[in-house]
């Protein structure tokens, strides 16, 4: 009986970690970003991962070259219909580390 190889030895797809990234997004974008010891919405601003898109897209259009895109979601969406875009690999693994740090000004939670 042969064992599948392990998830970390199969090479990452572009859109399959693209379609990851949406979905959280997606959860990030409902909830408040943490700033010091409590939420941004009892500063009476209710700030959200949203509200951080353009800095994020910016920051991706200097580093990667990419642009033109609405939102986070557009730019992820794109991603998953170019199918062999394995040379986004690095634009998502930023993207990744960016949505990572907003999961932990949000208390932590790991989503």
């Known amino acids: 009986m042969r064992l599948a190889p392990p998830v970390a030895a199969k090479k990452l797809s572009a ?6 990234l949406l979905g959280k ?21 209710g700030l959200g991962v949203a509200d951080f898109e353009p800095q994020i897209l910016d920051y991706l259009k200097t580093k990667h070259g990419v642009g033109g895109f ?3 979601p557009d730019l992820l969406r794109s991603i998953v219909k170019e199918g062999a875009g394995e040379e986004r690999l ?12 907003f999961e932990e000004l949000h208390g932590g939670r790991r989503v």
Do not use: K, P, Y
């Open 70 to 72: 609405a939102g986070v």
């Open 25 to 45: 997004w997606t959860r990030l974008a409902q909830g408040h970003v943490m700033f010091g010891a409590g939420c941004s919405c009892g500063l009476g601003v």
């Open 15 to 20: 859109a399959v970690e693209a379609t990851r």
């Open 90 to 101: 690095a634009l998502l693994a930023d993207l990744s580390r960016s949505l990572d740090s």
